[in-house]
């Protein structure tokens, strides 16, 4: 009988492949090259088996022939992938083509099974969002536990990539609230928890799809990852690119991408519009997109040296994105959860304060808020309490407590005139 580890989950029996790692180089010849090929296989799970880890990390894991297995908690998903072990993704843009993902499969990861992903896993990654990402904290530390008490002390890279701001770094705190004090020292040694900035867009499936694992991704895909972080050797992953300067494309994604997004999508909403190639299509809201992203953008290039040319070359890619004819991208999508896009640290917000930093022309942006506050959305727990807010508080008060920012500010007094008038 296995024995039961701290966790209370059965210990598992660690198979022999898993230490020939540890097998000095000279012996290595010994060994049938079928062994050594299957060690160097990565293993890598992925939490979160939506059309973002379908569609962009898992895609690019298992194109760089790592076994991928994905952890979600949508029962029918989890049979789906594991029946079919493979799944459609179209890439579209200027070239489209479509590709096959095989060998892959899936685990709950509400059960036991993750647990043992985890303590043999080479690689752990995340594309559940940044509201179910503390969830999966507890689940993350029960493995890590479990894989110390089974004797597995190899470095395991642990990568959140989410539209958050160092989201694997809070990722980290999550699960050091979780695990015993008694195991923090070898985490610090063992794992690494690395930080990354993510760019794909990936829209729902159309509803006439009746492939439920067919997804359809652009062709543009932007993933960096903070090089400083890794413990062990970096996985070689095609369209994985490593810095030292992490926080300059955190922020220039944060500031163009999501900023343009998010400001087509509510301007859009304004004028009826339903899908963001339509908003973009509309010449009034394409310019002021484009101003809102140079406003942004002009906060990058003084606060990281960015090339002012380069970064405008950068702000009209995006535009081209947002028209791409192939998505079918639809603005409550893009819209939704409007407290959290509203925050301090978030898209709109953040690079408004980083233009009263430096003292640099806001006026699109403050736009993009006030329209943000005109938001309504019946199906969004968020839309509507923002409404509420409006409703008991006056404009005013309720974007001083959903931004953070003084009430009484000038730039407070901006934006309310701003929503007053839209």
Same mark, same amino acid.
């Given at each position: 009988?296995?024995?039961?580890s701290?966790?209370?989950w059965?210990a598992?029996?660690?198979p022999r492949?898993?230490w020939i790692?540890?097998?000095p180089?000279r012996?290595r010849?010994h ?11 990565m ?7 939506g059309n973002?880890?379908?569609g962009?990390?898992?895609k ?11 952890a979600?908690?949508?029962d ?10 493979e799944y459609?993704?179209h890439?579209v ?13 899936a ?14 896993a080479d ?8 509201n179910?990402?503390d969830?999966?904290?507890s689940t993350?530390a ?7 008490d089974?004797?597995?002390?190899t470095p ?8 958050m701001?160092?989201g694997?770094?809070?990722l980290?705190?999550e699960?050091?609230k979780?695990? &015993?004090? #008694?195991?923090? +020292?070898t985490?610090?040694?063992c794992?690494?928890?690395v930080? @990354?900035?993510?760019d794909? =867009? *990936? &829209?729902? #499936?159309?509803? +006439?799809?009746?492939d439920?694992?067919e997804?359809t991704?652009? @062709?543009?895909?932007?993933? =960096? *990852?903070d090089?400083?972080q ?12 490593p810095?030292d300067n992490l ?7 944060l ?9 087509t999508?509510?301007l ?27 406003e942004s953008?002009a906060v ?21 994105r ?5 998505l079918v991208?639809?603005i409550d ?10 925050a301090?640290?978030d898209?709109l917000?953040k690079p408004?304060?980083g233009?009263l930093?430096?003292?640099?022309p ?5 736009e993009g ?18 409404q509420?807010?409006l409703?008991?508080?006056g404009?005013?008060?309720a ?10 500010s000038?730039v407070?007094r901006?934006i309310?005139?701003?929503?007053e008038?839209l």
């Open positions: 009988m296995n024995p039961v701290s966790t209370g059965p598992p029996r660690i492949l898993s790692c540890w097998v180089n012996l010849n060994l049938s090259s079928s062994l050594v090929q299957e060690v160097n296989i293993k890598t799970l992925h939490f979160g088996a973002i880890g379908r962009f990390i898992g690019l894991l298992a194109d760089a022939s790592h076994q991928v297995t994905f979600d908690v949508n029918t998903l989890i049979d789906q992938l594991n029946h079919r072990q459609k993704v890439v843009g200027a070239d489209q083509k479509l590709d096959v993902v095989r060998n892959v499969a685990v709950s990861s509400a059960g036991h099974e993750v647990i043992a992903r985890i303590i043999t690689l752990v990654t995340t594309a559940v969002g940044p179910i990402l969830k999966i904290a993350l029960k493995g890590l536990q479990a894989r110390f089974a004797g597995n002390l395991l890279n642990v990568i959140a990539c989410e539209n701001v160092r694997t770094s809070h980290k705190q699960v050091l979780y695990l &015993p004090v #008694a195991y923090h +020292a985490l610090e040694t794992i690494g928890f930080d @990354s900035a993510v794909r =867009i *990936v &829209p729902p #499936a159309a509803a +006439a799809n009746d439920p694992l997804v991704v652009e @062709s543009f895909s932007e993933w =960096i *990852v090089q400083t890794f413990k062990g050797e970096l996985p070689k992953v095609a369209g994985m690119e810095t926080m300059a494309f955190v922020e220039r994604k500031f163009t991408l999501n900023t343009g997004h998010i400001v999508a509510y859009g909403k304004l004028r009826g519009y339903r899908t963001v190639r339509e908003a973009i299509e509309d010449p009034v809201i394409r310019s002021k997109v484009r101003r809102a992203m140079e953008g990058l290039v003084k606060r990281y040296g960015f090339d002012p040319r380069l970064h405008a070359a950068y702000i009209e890619k995006i535009l081209s947002f028209a791409n004819p192939y991208d639809e999508r893009v819209g939704r959860q409007p407290l959290r896009k509203l301090a640290g898209r917000v408004l304060l233009t930093e430096y003292g640099l806001n006026e699109q942006l403050q808020i006030a329209a943000a506050l005109h938001y309504r959305n019946a199906d969004d727990p968020q839309a509507v309490e923002l509420a807010l409703a008991e508080l404009p005013a008060k974007l001083a407590r959903v931004t953070g920012l003084d009430e009484e000038e407070v901006a309310v005139a701003r929503y008038t």
